[in-house]
Structure formats: C-alpha cells, structure tokens
C-alpha cells in the first residue's frame, strides 16, 4: 500500500495554516494508492458476490427439518391360524391334545417369528419357553396307546425336529439379514455424514445454505437414497421393492456424482469425491449381500411354514379321526366342543426409528445447461475484468505515486538547496508536472548559483571594505597617520606597559606655525601635500622611539613610550623642533614650516590618555603664545590659560545665540575739514556679567574655533542695517568702516552677501568702506578678484594695520585699495622717533601720489597729532579724538568732533592763522541733522 508521504502542508495545523480551512476528514485524505486499491477491494467483492450468486442462483436451499416415520417390520410370514381350525371335539383325548400341541406348535411358530422379527432377551426367552412347551405337548400328544406303530402319527417328533432347525436357520438369516440392512444404512449414514459435513462448510446467509451446484446436486441424490433406505428396515425380506428403488438411487447418485465430479473436485477435493465414489460402491456391495441374505431368509421361512403346514395338517387330520370315532360318541351323547387355543399375541409395535434432523431440501430448479454456460462466461468475463481493473489498479498507482514521490523527494531536496532534477514518466499530466519541474529546478538553482557568486563576491568586498573601514576609522585619510581613535588605544596601550615598567610616556602636541597663511595663500590642495610632507617628516623623526598621529587640521601628536626620564622627553621634542628646521620639500617647492610643541609627561603631570592630551595642548598654547617655533613642556598654570580659552569658547558660542555682541563706531577726521569723515565699526562683547570685552580677548579664540566667520558675518550685517538708518535718517552722507578678515574674503559668496545686504537696506555702496589686512594678499588671486568687483560696486577698501612687521609696499600696488591706515605701532612714537616719522611721510607721500587716502591711526596725544597735521589731507583716527562710542552716541559724538579737533589743533597752532586753520564751511555743525 502506498503510503503517502508527509509533505510541507502534511499536518493538519499546518494544512489549515495554509489554507485557513479547517482539515478534511481522514478518509478524504487518503492516498490515490489507497482509494484506487479500496475501489478495487469493492469491485472485487462484487464480483465475487455476482459469481456466487450467478453460480448458485439456483442453490439457495432451505434447512427445514423433517422426520422420517419408519413403517413396522412385516412378519416374515403369516403365523398359522391354529385358533382358526375348526376343532370342537373337545372331550376326545387326542382332539385336547391336538389343540394343546397345536397351539404350542402356533406359540412356537409365533415365538420363532417373533425372534425373527426383533432380537433379543424377550424374545430369546419367549422362544426357549415355546419350544420346551411344544416338546412337552409333543410328547403328550405323540404317544397315546392307540397308536399303531408305522402310523403316520408317528413322525411328527422328526418334523418336530426339522421344524427346529428350520426356526433356528430362518433365526440365524434373519439375523444376517438384519445386519446388511444396518451395514447398508451404516454406509448411507457415512455418507450422508461426509455430504453433510461438506454442506456445512457452506455458507449460510438469512437462514439459507448456499453451497456449490454440484454438491447440492450430489446431496438431492443423497437424500433420494436415505429415503429409500428408510424403508429397507420396515420391509419384508420378500418385497424386493426397496432394494429395486435403492439400486435406482444408487445409480442415480452414481450419475450425479460422474457428472459433477470435475466441480466438486475443485470445490471439495479429489479425495473427498474418491470417498464418496467408493461409498456408493460399497452402498451397491452392501445391496446386492442384502439382497441375497433376504432370498436366503425367504426360503428358511418357506420351509419352516412348509414343515409347520406338515405338522399341522398330521394334527389335523388325526383330529378328524378321533372326532369322527368321537361323532358317534357324541351323536349319542352331548357334543363336547374342542377348547380354541387361545389367541396368539400380535407382535409387539416396533419403535419407530427417528432420523437425526438436517434434511435438505431444494427448493429451486437444476439449472440448465444453457444456464451453466452462461454462468461460467459470467465467471471468466469477471475474472478477466478483475483481473484487467487490478492491472489497471496498479499501473494507475505507479504512474500516479511514483512520479509524486519522486516530485516530493526532488522538492525536498531542492529546498534543502541542492539540485533536483526529476526523471519524468507517470501519468501524462504528472510528466508534464516533472518537465515543468525540472525547468523550474534548473531556473532555481542557476539563480542560487549566480546569487552564491554573487554572494562571495559581496563578501569579499564586504572584507575589503571592512578591512578599509577599519584602517579608515583609525587612520587619517590625508596623511595615513593613525587618527584620534587608534592614537588613544595605542596610549592607553603605552600608558598600561608604563605602569607595569614605571617608565615615563611623552605626549607632544605639535600645531604647525603659520599654516592657515599657507592655506590662504597656496590653496588647500597645496594646504593637503603640505600636511603630508610634515607627517611623513614626523615618522621620519618619532620611529625610533614612538609614533606619530594626526588629531586634525595642522595638529598633530606624538607618543613617546618608555623614555627614561623627563630630560629624555624634553630632549624628544627639541629633536622634532630640530627636524623642521630642514625646509620641507612639497613637489617641486621648498617650505619653511616650523611647529610649535607642547608636552606632557605621565606620570609627572597626569595619568590617564584624555589628561596627557589636554596637558600637552595647554603646554602648546603657552609655546604658541611665546611666538614661533617653541618647545613649552606643560606646568600647572598652563591649565588656567587652557581653561579660559575653553570658556572664552564656550562663552563665545552662547554669546552668539544669546545676543550679547554689540558693535561700536569710532569715527575717523579729517585734518583739512575737521569733519568726521567715517565711523568704524568695532566688536565689543557685553557678557551676562555686565562685562564689555574688546576683540583683543576674544578674537583669536574666534579665530582658532571658526566662530570669527559667524560673528564677522553679524558684524556686516549689523554695521550695515546701522549705516542705513543714519543713510535715510540724520546722517545722509554716512559712511561706516566695516573690519573684514581673511575668513570672510575667501568665500567666494562675500561680495553677494555684501550686496544682498545693501540691497536689503536700500544702502548706496559708497557708503561703505571695508577693511581688511595684508592678510588678504596671501589668500590668493580669487580674494583680489572679489574685492575688485566690490570696487566695482562703488565699495571703498580700505588696508588696515599697514607699517607694522612685515607690511610691504606692493600691496599697494596688487589690491584695488582706496585707502591705507597707518598702523598704531607706527603713530606711537612718531612724535618721538624721526625714523617713524620718515616712515609715516614717506607712506602718506606715496599714498597720495597713488591717489589713496590716508588715516592715521592710534592718535591718543596731542603731540602725535600735531606731527600728523603737518599734512592735512589725511585724517586721523584715535583717543585723543574719540573713542569707540556706541551706536546712540554716535552722532552727538560727531557733532562734538569738529570743534573738539579745532579746540586740540589751537592748542598747536595760532587761532589766528587763517592758513592753519580749517576751513569755515566745515566749521560748526558737522554733521547735519536733515530729514530725507
Ligand atoms: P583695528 O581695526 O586696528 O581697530 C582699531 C583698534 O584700535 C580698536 O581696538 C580701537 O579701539 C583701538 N584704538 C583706536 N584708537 C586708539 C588709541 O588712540 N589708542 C589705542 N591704544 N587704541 C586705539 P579694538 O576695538 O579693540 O579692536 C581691535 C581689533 O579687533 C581691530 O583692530 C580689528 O582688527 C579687530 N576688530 C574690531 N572689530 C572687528 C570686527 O567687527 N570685525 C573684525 N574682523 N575685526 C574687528
Ligand atoms: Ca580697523
Ligand atoms: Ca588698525
């Protein structure tokens, strides 16, 4: 049977998961193989049942019971009617003798008969009896006086004696005969029992035996038979009847066994039809000796009545003689009448003989030999039928659950992920199923193939790229240095042996001198090749003791693990001090690069990674703040110098958000009007405390944190939504000063977010003056281009700081200036020193013949101004004339500022001199107050 195998959906749960219905009964369930062989079991048993019933259709025969009355025994012979004579010459002695012999002689006959007819004790003992009385009236009646010897009287003894053998031979027949008539009974009782065991065999449905044709054919052979043998017991051994009717049966029976003999050899076996052969074999033997016992029998009893006859006649007639002598006696006297023996009792009735029950009788026709013919076409069609439908069964169910199995298993290990071609074959649809399967397999796994590959390619890149990742997440893209993150594991790593070995560990934190001038002015690009050049020098210095690492932007730091001692450290960093002195080579250029350095040593100054740095950092600032290219080894008060720069930071930041920056405007005279010309405008920061700073002390941390691009951004806008409301409110010739850095020009957005904001404002350009340091000339071409456009615009440009360090002349000549201002550094003492002095003149002299004006910053003495105002066509700017006055006082201020410069310049020169003093029309009022 096949057996179904469980597939994915095989659970009930999981079959109702899948199709959200409940699971069909278990029978429904059943395979193709198991439905096909149930419909086949079926058909099977039909046809079965259709054979039986065509082949026994005429076989159902009933069980009744029936009993079969067996007749009494006839006598072997009439006994002799020895009452019947007519004997009625009682009184003469040999008439009562003769009754008395005949009479016992009658007893005898009867109790001879008797024995004949049933044995046993009763009549074994009547007989004795009969015989001893017949001797005895034998003797009685034989030997009277008168008799005369040769007398025919005297022969009845001998009779006597032959009529004894005669009874005991006829006793001795019967006897015989008796018995073949039991051993011919006992053979049709044996076969009977064989037949009936047989038919027990049968089936028995409602009541009926059905049993094959044959056997109840041989059985109603059988039965005819026991009928006729019921009545062989009962008959007489001269009615040849019975034996006639049973030699027909027998041969009857002979008849229906030969005829369907081949059929009960099939259905009961040779051997049970050889038994019964040889049973109605023995039947006829056991006949023919009963037959031949029954002749026997008739002619003892022939010649026993014979010889009894013979008596009875001697009696008789010696009667007749005495009753004729005794006529005449009685003729005289009274007649005396013969005593009638009495009348001999009829035979007992014999029992009668009951047949054990289970008779059969058939109740419908012998089928005909057409009827039989059909029922065996009937037979072999079935057979053929099955036998095609079972074929038909089995090939259905290989062709069905071969092909599903081999599709289960394919699936199966398909989804296992192996390949799974199925062979094809099976039921047309199943092929097609297998061919479309096959299609499929190979679709899926030359998917799974690419995607395998695919999937190893991925992974390899996934390596690589971890592999990047990880070098990248540790290491600095520009210079391949380790990076923060790998910079502190390898610290700490240091730190750890440090502790164990009591070793010292040196951190340098390095910042290139000067590098954002060399971004400004040679690009970032060249800004990148630099910081290359400088890490690659690091390693170059550091590999024999320690390593290098980049924090970002111009900084880097060094570790130096296990140095001996602090002298070690230090010496350490001069020797990386050193190593820059050498120009670094980038490309084709040479570059002088210095750095300055700070240290920190664990354990002296702190123990953990994050302390050493911000030590080494606080010491950088300090080596920073002492000018270029120093060593600064860290101390305790460096720390405070780091903490307020991280506050200034901090502070910076909210200050920002929080508004707390301000702009002031100083304003700038003229010597030859004595008119405030401009105001600049100056950043002050008004902290929560109330505190006003000056860019001083907060500018480079604005510098150094980038915030200087917001806060100057904040500055522009704010001096020039100022401007405009002076513009278009009391001052309509306003011009404000704006300080710009070098942050602010490179981007390459500046000159249109200077316009947006006039535009916004509605403020003529010329109303604006920027200014902006030599710094500017190293931050390249595109910043001299932006600020022509803004000369363009009608912007003016001013350079601030000029004279100081390393001031130089072309810069006047390579940017589009409209102004210069003499740094305070120069103004200082140029009252004081002729060579100051030369400087400014030789300054304002070339300013002038380039057509550029001049101020003069930092003027806080009257000494100062009096030198400056030997040439009056430039203006001065400083204490001595105003301070930076917030926005409010600004205009009161410049109203102050004419008579105030008159007042500071009378006190140099004669009022009186008109040619000294300035000009009327720019006396008074200054600045005018006119509504627009
Ligand atoms: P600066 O551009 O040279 O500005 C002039 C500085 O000199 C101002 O200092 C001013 O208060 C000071 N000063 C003016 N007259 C005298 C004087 O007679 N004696 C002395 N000792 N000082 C005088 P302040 O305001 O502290 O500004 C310092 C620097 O900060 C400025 O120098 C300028 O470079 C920068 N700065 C100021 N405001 C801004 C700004 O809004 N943006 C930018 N980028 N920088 C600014
Ligand atoms: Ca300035
Ligand atoms: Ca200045």
């Given at each position: 049977m096949a057996k179904e195998m469980p597939g994915p959906t095989d659970t009930p749960a999981a079959e109702e998961a899948a199709t959200g219905t409940s699971p069909p009964a278990a029978l429904f369930r059943l395979g193709i193989a198991s439905r096909l062989l149930l419909a086949f079991l079926a058909v099977t048993v039909l046809a079965i049942a259709a054979n039986l019933i065509a082949e026994h259709g005429t076989s159902i025969i009933e069980t009744t019971q029936?009993?079969?009355?067996?007749?009494?025994?006839?006598?072997?012979?009439?006994?002799?009617?020895?009452?019947a004579?007519?004997?009625?010459?009682?009184n003469a002695p040999v008439v009562v003798g003769a009754a008395a012999f005949l009479a016992a002689l009658a007893e005898a006959d009867r109790a001879i008969h008797a024995r004949v007819e049933s044995p046993g004790a009763k009549t074994d003992g009547e007989l004795t009896t009969a015989l001893e009385e017949l001797t005895r009236q034998t003797t009685t009646y034989w030997?009277?006086?008168?008799?005369?010897?040769?007398?025919?009287?005297?022969?009845?003894?001998?009779?006597?004696?032959?009529?004894?053998?005669?009874?005991?031979?006829?006793?001795?027949?019967?006897?015989?005969?008796?018995?073949?008539?039991?051993?011919?009974?006992a053979h049709v009782?044996?076969?009977?029992?064989?037949?009936?065991?047989?038919?027990?065999?049968?089936?028995?449905?409602?009541?009926r035996v059905i049993a094959r044709q044959s056997l109840i054919d041989l059985g109603r052979g059988l039965d005819a038979l026991r009928s006729e043998s019921s009545a062989l017991a009962g008959a007489s051994p001269e009615d040849g009847a019975p034996l006639v009717a049973l030699a027909a049966s027998e041969a009857r029976l002979q008849a229906t066994l030969e005829r369907t003999q081949e059929g009960l050899k099939r259905s009961q076996g040779e051997p049970w039809v050889s038994s019964v052969q040889a049973r109605i074999a023995a039947l006829a033997d056991e006949r023919s000796a009963l037959a031949a016992s029954a002749d026997e029998l008739q002619r003892a009893a022939a010649q026993l009545a014979e010889h009894r006859e013979a008596i009875v006649t001697l009696v008789r007639w010696r009667a007749a003689a005495a009753l004729e002598h005794a006529a005449a006696l009685e003729r005289a006297a009274a007649a005396r009448a013969i005593p009638v023996p009495a009348k001999a009792a009829p035979p007992p009735e014999p029992e009668p003989i009951v047949e054990p029950p289970v008779v059969r009788r058939v109740i419908s026709a012998p089928p005909s030999a057409d009827e039989v013919r059909i029922r065996q076409w009937v037979l072999w069609i079935s057979v053929a039928v099955l036998l095609w439908m079972f074929a038909m069964s089995v090939s259905t169910i290989l062709s069905v659950v071969r092909p599903v199995r081999r599709l289960i298993e394919a699936t199966r290990r398909l989804s296992a992920g192996s390949t799974a071609q199925v062979p094809r074959g099976g039921i047309k649809e199943l092929d097609v199923l297998a061919a479309a399967f096959n299609d499929m397999a190979q679709q899926l796994s030359a998917s799974r193939d690419a995607a395998r590959a695919h999937q190893v390619k991925l992974e390899e890149r996934v390596q690589e790229r971890t592999r990047a990742l990880k070098h990248l997440a540790e290491h600095d893209a520009l210079t391949q240095l380790p990076n923060r993150r790998r910079l502190f594991a390898r610290l700490n790593e240091a730190l750890a042996a440090g502790v164990i070995s009591g070793e010292r560990v040196g951190v340098y934190f390095l910042d290139l001198d000067n590098f954002k001038n060399v971004n400004d002015s040679m690009g970032h690009a060249f800004g990148d090749r630099v910081l290359q050049s400088v890490a690659e020098r690091l390693q170059e210095t550091t590999a024999a003791y320690g390593f290098a690492a980049r924090l970002g932007g111009d900084e880097f730091t060094v570790v130096y693990p296990g140095a001996a001692d602090t002298a070690a450290v230090v010496e350490a960093g001069q020797a990386i001090c050193r190593a820059f002195q050498q120009p670094l080579k980038v490309g084709e250029r040479q570059l002088n690069m210095s750095v300055s350095v700070g240290i920190s040593i664990y354990p002296d100054h702190e123990t953990n990674a994050d302390a050493l740095l911000r030590a080494a950092d606080a010491a950088l600032f300090r080596a920073k703040a002492l000018g270029r290219n120093r060593l600064s080894v860290f101390s305790p008060d460096l720390v405070k110098a780091a903490v307020s720069k991280f506050s200034i930071e901090q502070g910076l930041r909210r200050a920002i958000e929080h508004d707390e920056l301000e702009l002031v405007y100083q304003p700038q005279v003229s010597l030859r009007s004595l008119e405030p010309t401009l105001v600049e405008a100056l950043l002050r920061w008004r902290t929560s405390g109330g505190k006003v700073l000056c860019p001083g002390e907060f500018l480079s941390v604005a510098e150094d944190s980038g915030l200087i691009v917001e806060i100057s951004d904040w500055a522009l806008r704010t001096a020039i939504e100022k401007a405009a409301t002076w513009y278009?409110?009391?001052?309509?010739?306003?011009?404000v000063a704006i300080n710009v850095s070098p942050r602010q020009l490179r981007d390459p957005a500046f000159v249109d977010r200077v316009q947006e904001l006039m535009a916004q404002h509605r403020l003529p350009p010329t109303c604006i003056e920027l200014e902006l340091t030599e710094d500017v000339l190293q931050t390249g071409a595109a910043t001299i281009d932006a600020l022509r456009r803004l000369r363009e615009l009608g912007v003016a440009i001013a350079l601030d700081d000029f004279g100081t360090?390393?001031?130089?002349?072309?810069?006047l000549e390579l940017l589009p200036l409209t102004r210069v201002k003499l740094d305070r550094s120069l103004i200082a003492c140029i009252d004081t020193s002729t060579g100051s002095r030369a400087i400014a003149s030789a300054i304002i002299g070339l300013c002038a013949s380039l057509g550029l004006e001049v101020t003069a910053e930092g003027v806080e003495r009257t000494e100062q101004l009096e030198v400056l105002a030997a040439n009056r066509d430039i203006q001065v700017q400083g204490f001595l004339l105003a301070r930076p006055a917030e926005p409010d006082a600004v205009l009161a201020e410049l109203a102050r500022l004419p008579s105030h410069l008159r007042a500071l310049l009378g006190m140099v020169s004669p009022a009186g001199s008109a040619a000294e003093a300035p000009e009327r029309a720019h006396t008074g009022t200054v600045v005018r107050l006119v509504p627009r």
């Open positions: 029936f009993r079969t009355i067996v007749a009494p025994q006839a006598p072997v012979a009439a006994p002799p009617a020895a009452h004579a007519p004997v009625r010459a009682r030997q009277p006086s008168g008799a005369a010897p040769g007398d025919r009287r005297a022969k009845p003894p001998a009779l006597l004696g032959t009529l004894r053998d005669d009874g005991a031979a006829a006793i001795r027949l019967a006897d015989k005969r008796r018995e073949r008539a039991a051993a011919y009974l009782g044996t076969l009977d029992a064989t037949m009936k065991s047989a038919i027990d065999q049968s089936w028995k449905i409602f009541g278009y409110g009391a001052w309509p010739n306003v011009r360090g390393y001031s130089s002349l072309s810069s």
